[in-house]
């Protein structure tokens, strides 16, 4: 079975402040992928990032970037210069090879980010 | 490219009633998958249909069922409902690229029962 832990339930930064939101996962599994999602009060869903297992390349796509460890099973999620359009709660996700599109959801995790 | 879509967005029933979400896949998306979320449960996944059939099924009762049209539109029923059903219900269509996928969320239906 899959298990995504979010331990940070909330977490609150000024303006310009950076953010950096943990994820840690377990799955039996080698191939998988994970993904942030981030869920703005009007509630959808807003698919952010997505990375396979076999490539533990870090990138930088614009004000987020991520950090992911296999050997830590982290998948760690940055929000650089936090804007106050980024309050939101920010799920991780994983997903299987075979996992026939199953996400398995973290508890999520409350920012909020003040002027 | 339109999104997912989803009917209604907000919809009250009472207790015992039935009720019948909609979901419409993003155009060229076969997989469409349906998530319950509610404060004290999370994320919860409900089940998957590919090309009309159901794939996955999450632990969810018999009450919950779904089905798949062949233009990939899909429909969840709730039978007898109960007060623990309220809910935002999340449509999410898939897109197998790359060896792996992307999956995008409508906006949620918002069901209260009373």
């Known amino acids: 079975a899959q298990k995504v832990t979010q331990a940070q339930t909330e977490i609150s930064v000024v303006e310009k402040e950076d953010v950096t939101l943990d994820c840690v996962y377990e799955?039996?599994?080698?191939?998988?992928?994970l993904f942030w999602y981030k869920q703005p009060p009007s509630g959808e869903l807003v698919f952010l990032i997505r990375?396979?297992?076999?490539?533990?390349q870090n990138e930088i796509s614009g004000r987020y970037s991520w950090n992911f460890q296999k050997s830590t099973s982290s998948f760690n999620f940055t929000i650089t210069a936090s804007q106050v359009v980024d309050s939101a709660v920010y799920f991780c996700a994983l997903s299987v090879q075979g996992g026939d599109y199953k996400l398995s959801f973290g508890a999520g995790t409350t920012v909020t980010v003040r002027a | 490219k339109a999104g997912v879509t989803q009917t209604p967005r907000y919809l009250i029933k009472t207790r015992g009633q039935q009720v019948t979400l909609s979901c419409s896949p993003i155009s060229g998306h076969r997989s469409v998958s349906w998530y319950q979320q509610t404060p004290g449960q999370g994320l919860q996944f409900l089940f998957e249909?590919?090309?009309?059939?159901?794939?996955n099924k999450g632990n969810f009762p018999g009450r919950f069922s779904g089905r798949q049209f062949s233009n990939s539109r899909s429909e969840m029923n709730v039978s007898t409902l109960e007060l623990g059903d309220s809910a935002l219900y999340l449509c999410a269509s898939s897109l197998y690229i790359e060896n792996s996928y992307e999956q995008y969320f409508g906006p949620g239906t918002r069901l209260t029962v009373t």
């Open positions: 799955t039996r599994d080698t191939t998988y992928y």
């Open positions: 249909y590919f090309s009309e059939t159901q794939r």
């Open positions: 990375r396979n297992s076999f490539d533990e």
